[in-house]
């Protein structure tokens, strides 16, 4: 069990700039390649990277289950939010024109929001899958075997 | 210019072969391979030689995902998964010579069908005619955003991509659904109900 000082040390150093990287990949999607998408996964990448150096019940401290559920449906609704704002504000569904008194402000503030959303589902998804299937014991199998 | 824009064509070109020769040995291996554990790293090569080839192709944002989920996620839930149900694959009962007859048909059939298709990135090909120029000259002064890939994600296609976060949600709604326990109880205790229902 001390053997593993090394992978913990590089773990602690690495995560942080992980999910440093996510948040580039999220906002300089714009600009750059990336986006919600990809920037969810980094995020539960690194989670799921804390979890399988730390152990499982260290990473469910970190981040709830109860917490991962509920994000899990706080993108999706962020994302059909935005279209809800979009119609309350005169326009069509999701539709980003406007969102801001400028349209390509508007355009600008609505992909934000959206991607927002991906984000947020998307890690918190790939999150809940990696817990449940490490959470579940062997017990089924053991007696099979 | 001209030779330099062709050896640098050429230098792409034998890259991508030599990634999918990697990828089509990579393949074979998990073919041949019982050992389940050496199945999964050979996917998670698999995935990275795509990601890669995907990055020859300038489709970056794509490469991207495939490096993460593929080759990231999915190996992490696959040793999860061997974890759970032990590290063999188990001989298989029927010989496999009709599934190979169907998918060597199959195949066959695809590349003949590949022969009808427009030569790769040709720009007169109908999907770049239709509605790809005016996404790529209207995009980034409409929407703000240079990225043109984003620009059609997230406004141009943006009923498709609520789908796919629906899709998402869905999944991780029916997974939950399949394998999480109401409640953190003792294990002997679980299994004792497991039985008797």
Partial sequence: ?145 | MGTGSRSVIILEELTAVVLLTLMGAAAIGIARQRNLFGVVMLGGIYSFLMATVLVVLDAVDVAMTEAAVGAGISTVLLLGAIHLTGGTESKPIHRPWLPLFVVAVTGAMLVYGTLGLPAFSDPKAPIHQHVAPRYLTEGPEKTGVPNVVTAVLASYRSFDTLGETFVVFTAGIGVIALLRRRTPRRPREHDQEDRKS
């Fill in chain 1, 1 to 145: 069990m001390r053997l593993d000082i090394i992978l913990r040390v590089i773990a602690k150093l690495l995560i942080p700039f992980a999910l440093v990287f996510a948040l580039y990949v999220q906002f300089h999607g714009d600009f750059g390649p990336g986006g919600g998408f990809q920037a969810g996964v980094i995020v539960a990448a690194s989670v799921i990277f804390y979890a399988l150096i730390y152990g499982l019940p260290a990473a469910r401290r970190v981040v709830p289950d109860a917490l991962v559920e509920i994000l899990l449906a706080v993108g999706v609704l962020i994302y059909a939010g935005v279209g809800v704002i979009g119609l309350l504000l005169g326009g069509n569904y999701l539709d980003y024109f406007v969102l801001a008194g400028d349209p390509v402000h508007g355009q600008h503030r609505g992909i934000l929001w959206v991607e927002l959303g991906v984000l947020i589902t998307v890690a918190a998804v790939m999150l809940k899958v990696f817990y449940v299937f490490a959470g579940r014991r062997r017990d089924a199998g053991e007696g099979g075997e």
